[in-house]
């Protein structure tokens, strides 16, 4: 009997995850993305606001601060605080992104159908070639009609959860 790696254990874990996500996405879409939207523009505040104190920090010990910082800072405080504070703009932005997320993820793990060939066997091969296939089409399809995007983007997104959950379940239970 051949030795499982944590690969397994990793991919099992993150399978069950990406399906639980993708069921309350399923379910609660417009809260997911209004959701992620706050909370990107949560994590903007406090990053802008440790990058300006990081700039008082150097300014104070060195006499000089990295004006990079303060810029970045200053621009990642008022994102953050538009993100917040206005939800919306922030899934028009989410609209543009995840599309080119999709294109990125799909280019990624067809580069590597090569040692998922080696490491399953040739159904998960085919499965995750035809899956990330079709979310290339996703992604461009939804990258040149923003409408649609912004429309479905939840939808899409809870499926594509579940599917990558599924494919991470097929992936830890192969004999790896």
């Given at each position: 009997?051949r030795r499982?790696?944590?690969?397994g254990l990793l991919e099992?874990i993150?399978?069950i995850?990406?399906?639980?996500?993708?069921?309350?996405?399923?379910?609660?879409p417009?809260?997911?993305?209004t959701g992620?939207v706050v909370?990107y523009?949560?994590?903007?505040?406090?990053?802008g606001?440790s990058?300006i104190?990081f700039?008082i920090?150097?300014?104070?010990?060195?006499?000089?601060?990295p004006?990079v910082?303060l810029v970045?800072g200053?621009l990642?405080l008022?994102?953050?605080?538009?993100?917040?504070?206005r939800p919306?703009?922030?899934?028009?932005?989410?609209?543009i992104?995840?599309?080119?997320?999709f294109?990125a993820?799909c280019?990624s793990k067809l580069?590597?159908?090569?040692?998922?060939?080696?490491r399953t066997?040739?159904?998960?091969y085919?499965?995750?070639?035809?899956?990330?296939?079709?979310?290339?089409a996703?992604?461009f399809i939804?990258?040149?009609?923003?409408v649609?995007?912004?429309?479905?983007v939840?939808?899409?997104?809870a499926f594509?959860l579940?599917v990558?959950?599924i494919?991470?379940?097929t992936?830890?239970?192969s004999?790896i």
């Amino acid at each position: 009997m051949r030795r499982r790696s944590g690969l397994g254990l990793l991919e099992l874990i993150v399978g069950i995850a990406l399906i639980a996500l993708g069921l309350f996405t399923l379910f609660r879409p417009s809260k997911t993305i209004t959701g992620a939207v706050v909370l990107y523009g949560m994590i903007a505040v406090v990053t802008g606001v440790s990058d300006i104190a990081f700039y008082i920090k150097m300014e104070r010990h060195t006499g000089f601060g990295p004006a990079v910082s303060l810029v970045t800072g200053i621009l990642q405080l008022l994102a953050g605080v538009l993100l917040v504070l206005r939800p919306g703009a922030g899934t028009t932005l989410i609209s543009i992104m995840f599309p080119l997320w999709f294109i990125a993820h799909c280019v990624s793990k067809l580069s590597h159908l090569d040692i998922i060939r080696l490491r399953t066997g040739t159904d998960n091969y085919y499965l995750t070639m035809v899956l990330n296939i079709i979310g290339l089409a996703l992604g461009f399809i939804m990258l040149f009609n923003p409408v649609l995007s912004v429309n479905t983007v939840g939808f899409v997104m809870a499926f594509y959860l579940i599917v990558l959950g599924i494919d991470s379940l097929t992936i830890a239970f192969s004999d790896i």
